[in-house]
């Protein structure tokens, strides 16, 4: 059983930064990729960025070159740090983990709001 629990959301200006964290507790070791979604108002869920247990790192177009996923190991914590914020990055920021068995978990997400 894991459980993660995502925190950094607020309110920020557009041009502004975030930095979200998503502390896992239980079972890490049966992690493959942890990975941050995002789901803004009457829009699908997205994925926004996933790091793999390699360290490899992907990400979706629109957040490419401003956003960064990193983990660090020894503290369990993944973190998705937010630069030059737009109004359109506005959403629940969501934590998952992918396990090696096929199976996914979420957090119960973070709001995130850009104001122009």
Do not use: H
């Not at 973190?79 to 920021?93: F, G």
């Amino acid at each position: 059983q894991v459980q993660l629990v995502e925190s950094g959301g607020g309110l920020v200006q557009a041009g502004g930064s975030l930095r979200l964290s998503c502390a896992i507790s239980g079972s890490t070791f049966s992690i493959n990729v942890m990975a941050w979604y995002r789901q803004a108002p009457g829009k699908q869920r997205e994925l926004v960025a996933g790091i793999s247990s390699g360290g490899s790192t992907n990400y979706t177009d629109s957040v490419k070159g401003r956003f960064t996923i990193s983990r660090n190991n020894a503290k369990n914590t993944v973190y998705l740090q937010m630069n030059s914020l737009k109004p359109e990055d506005t959403a629940v920021y969501y934590c998952n983990a992918k396990f090696y068995s096929g199976l996914w978990s979420w957090g119960q997400g973070t709001q995130v709001t850009v104001s122009s």
